[in-house]
């Protein structure tokens, strides 16, 4: 390669960055100075009432792992220059048409919930070329979803069944084949640990592989910096952001299967707030509101330390109303860290 | 002329609803020259150059690429066609390193099916040897371009439209923003892509930028051609007369009285100019032969 015979001589005022520096501007280092931070304080609150047992550690990972697995996706959009409120709504949808398709229509599960996966495909399609030919920002489109999709599965669902809950899945046939797939769990020294962990993981690092390795991955970051830019040398941006809302969307479908395959039944109220809640572990993680720039790992972190607060302040003993002002304060914080690693990431090797 | 253009436009009007930005505007461009597009504010100078690059269609006229004629439904067809064009606001993405953003829309991959992947180091060690075939010292190309200062981020796109085989270059005043020093760094390269055979067209509101590597001026008013002409049919004095037009002679006189002032600079960048051309070209004839 030509670049071993380069002229050494070079710019007096470049500065070679350090491996330290580098660090300092990858966008998941605040979450992962935060998840650390937590980890201790929870260590220290509740280290002696199982907080720190292996048992502690699976019920933290399972809450972290619903959650990551839509921050996972969010996490995309959001990088790619868009929002997906609707995903809360998604997860009650999904669900309910499984139930309904299952005990109304005497459906094998296993064939419902891939019905209910081809649903969640068309709503993400139907946001994204919404909010592509609308031009609307996709706050807007999907706040309109979120209603929409959440009125028409508690509608439906009480039409077909007269309810808006339905138990007792597990003695409907098809239900081996989910529990297989979303219900069972590890044992690991005598803990537990649920299958979503192995989800979650496997789903970050899906995300991150596509992001950092993938030609995809590289069209993402050009939709959320500058569609224009990006459009003018030739990168399909409609297709890459209705992609992006397809995968939210899918995310959803996944969780909301796991947790009916867990739980055995279905409610048309499931998943709601979980769409800011997966946005906040997205932006705890680095990812910025205005897209360009961010990263899946982050967004893990950031539902990691969602799970263990969660958690940890039952273990603690603290009442559980003070979940939400916790949540509240860390989102401000996040977003005030991630200004300045932005900042510094532009700045770094000035 | 003997040779088919590289690029040419018969007769192209552009009208945006009421609008009549382009009206009846020609225009050749060959392979090793450079073409400037002159004209004042709003003249549609952009316009024309988003027709030529698959932005928008004409709404009148034809476009010829090598003599055929072609019709560009995105930037993609005419890039696929070897014109690539650097924008005046939007030629880089900030956030993303320089390896992505010189590779954006055409990455090189490795690997099958779904391995499938970007060859991030292929992307790095490309981004840097192209870049320094143009002089610039690229230390870390995982670095975002946004710590590049604007006249090297002009020169990323320069290079990448260079590297993936660019016939035609169309840059949209890639010196406006930029200091004496910054702009002498992207007219070289304006120089270096001529001298590799490259058609450019080169839009400037620059006059001593624009004489400084132009071959010929085309002169675009109110949306009309007011003429194109060579080197030697136009002094840098006449230039700006047309560029400001004939009629307008009293803002003309002031804005002379202007350039009288930046005129010992002026003389001083021409100088500084010829000399890194030399350079420019000296360094790059050996490698002339190079394929493509
Ligand atoms: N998309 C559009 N819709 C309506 N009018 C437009 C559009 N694009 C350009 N115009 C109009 O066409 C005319 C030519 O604009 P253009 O951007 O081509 O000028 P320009 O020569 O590039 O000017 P400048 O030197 O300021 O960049 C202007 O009057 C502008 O308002
Ligand atoms: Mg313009």
């Given amino acids: ?350 | 002329m003997a040779t088919t253009p590289l690029l040419e436009v018969r007769n192209i009007s552009k009208y945006f609803g009421s609008v009549i930005a382009l009206n009846d505007v020609s225009m050749t461009v060959n392979a090793s020259e450079v073409m400037c597009l002159l004209g004042d504010n709003g003249a549609g100078k952009s316009t024309l150059i988003k027709i030529l690059s698959g932005v928008h269609k004409p709404s009148q006229g034809e476009y010829l690429v090598e003599g055929k004629q072609v019709d560009f439904n995105s930037p993609r067809d005419a890039l696929d066609h070897g014109i690539a064009t650097v924008y005046q606001d939007l030629a880089m993405i900030p956030l993303m390193s320089i390896a992505r953003n010189f590779f954006l829309g055409s990455e090189p991959t490795k690997g099958w099916g779904p391995f499938r992947r970007f060859d991030i180091n292929f992307a790095s060690q490309t981004a840097r040897s192209e870049m320094a075939k143009m002089g610039i010292d690229i230390r870390d190309p995982s670095q975002p371009v946004g710590t590049l200062s604007g006249g090297e981020r002009q020169s990323v796109a320069i290079a990448r439209a260079v590297y993936f085989g660019a016939k035609v270059l169309i840059l949209d005043e890639p010196t406006a923003a930029l200091g004496v020093k910054q702009a002498g760094v992207v007219l070289r390269y304006v120089a270096q892509a001529r001298a590799r055979g490259l058609g450019v067209i080169f839009i400037t509101h620059n006059p001593h930028h624009a004489y400084a590597v132009g071959d010929r001026f085309t002169i675009l008013k109110r949306g009309r051609t007011f003429g194109t002409f060579t080197k030697d049919e136009l002094s840098r004095e006449e230039m700006v007369r047309m560029m400001s037009g004939a009629d307008e002679l009293d803002a003309l006189s002031h804005e002379l009285s202007e350039f009288a002032r930046r005129d010992a600079a002026a003389a001083q960048i021409d100088e500084q100019l010829a000399e890194s051309l030399e350079a420019a070209e000296s360094l790059f004839e050996p490698e002339s032969r190079r394929e493509g």
């Fill in chain 1, 1 to 350: 390669m030509a670049s071993s015979t380069l002229p050494k001589q070079g710019d007096e005022r470049v500065v070679q960055a350090g491996p330290l520096k580098r660090l300092l501007t990858r966008p998941e280092l605040g979450a992962l100075g935060g998840a650390i931070l937590v980890w201790l304080i929870f260590a220290f609150l509740a280290g002696n009432r199982g907080f720190l047992t292996l048992q502690g550690t699976a019920s933290y990972l399972e809450v972290s792992s619903y959650l990551g697995i839509l921050a996972a996706a969010i996490a995309l959009l959001m990088i790619g220059g868009e929002f997906d409120l609707s995903i809360g709504s998604m997860i009650g949808a999904a669900g309910a048409t499984i139930a309904v398709l299952g005990s109304v229509f005497g459906m094998p599960l296993w064939l419902a919930a891939l019905i209910a996966l081809f649903v969640a495909l068309l709503v993400g399609f139907i946001n994204g070329t919404m909010v592509i030919r609308t031009k609307l920002p996709s706050f807007i489109i999907t706040l309109g979803s979120l209603f929409i999709l959440r009125g028409l599965t508690i509608a439906l669902t009480r039409i077909f069944t007269g309810r808006t809950q339905i138990g007792s899945l597990d003695q409907l046939p098809g239900y081996d084949v989910l529990r297989l797939l979303f219900g069972g769990s590890i044992p690991i020294g005598g803990a537990s640990f649920p299958i979503s962990i192995v989800w979650w993981i496997a789903i970050t690092a899906l995300a991150t592989w596509v992001l950092m390795r993938t030609q995809f991955g590289n069209w993402i970051f050009s939709a959320g910096g500058n569609a224009d830019a990006a459009r003018n040398v030739g990168v399909p941006v409609d297709r890459v952001k209705i992609t992006l809302f397809m995968a939210t969307a899918t995310a959803a479908w996944l969780v909301a299967t796991i947790q009916l395959t867990v739980v055995k039944s279905a409610d048309t109220l499931r998943g709601t707030q979980q769409e800011f809640i997966a946005i906040i572990a997205a932006v705890i993680g680095g990812n910025l509101l205005t897209g360009g720039y961010g990263s899946a790992v982050g967004a893990a972190l950031g539902a990691l330390i969602f799970g263990m607060v969660r958690q940890g302040i039952v273990y603690a003993g603290i009442d559980a109303d003070w979940f939400q002002v916790f949540l509240g304060a860390m989102l401000i914080v996040a977003v005030l860290v991630n200004n300045f690693i932005r900042d510094r990431a532009e700045k770094a090797r000035r």
